[in-house]
């Protein structure tokens, strides 16, 4: 076993102390307004956002941002830092990604297992810049590296749907069975897929996101 494959569990663990656990990402509004109220219904939204969301714009993303820190291209990832967080549709996903982007720096530099000059550059960074970050500087293959991003997000949404439809983790480990299958095929395509050709056009989950902002009783940060 790689030490490579090591630190990649380490980075999609859900014990990294990055808070993705606090976060829906407007499933709960979708749980809250009858739009998901069982295990099937829960894969449907969370299966749609992972083909055009997840996949098709953060992990594209990723991967870009991969290759511009191991070319050692520090205004490449710049230029792809600000794009990304341009693309956040609302207050809730940009706050997320950049709060969870200052943790994961903030756990880099307290682990000094390598240098974080360069993250010095970002006053704020998004999350997946860091994790790319990380990735790189632990030498993790790129498509193991975007499959593994694709996890977290995925394991942390479905563990959402467990507390909020809810269901019993039986149910959770059944849809993290059926979406997981999926994985390889979108981390494949995310490494392929040129920037001018993503995009993460989502009304329905842009729009939950921004009616989750002023949901009066809730569990989840966004």
Known sequence: MSQALIRLMQLVSPVLPVGAYTYSQGLEWAVETGTVQSEAAAQVWIEDCLEFGA????????????????????????????????????????????????????????????????????????????????????????????????WAWLENQVMAAVKLVPFGQTAGQRLLLALGRKLPACAAAALQTPLEQTCNSMPAFAIASCCHETQYTRLFRS
Request: negative net charge; proline residues 3%.
């Open 55 to 150: 996949a098709h714009l953060e992990a594209v993303y990723l991967a870009h941002m991969l290759r511009a820190w191991q070319g050692e291209q520090a205004d490449q990832a710049q230029a792809l830092d600000a794009a990304f967080l341009a693309s956040r549709e609302t207050a809730e996903l940009r706050a997320e990604t950049l709060q969870m982007g200052h943790s994961l720096a903030r756990l880099l530099r307290d682990l000094e297992e390598s240098s974080t000059q360069s993250l010095a550059l970002f006053a704020e960074p998004s999350y997946p810049l860091v994790w790319s970050f990380a990735a790189s500087a632990w030498s993790i293959p790129m498509e193991e590296a975007v499959a593994g991003y694709l």
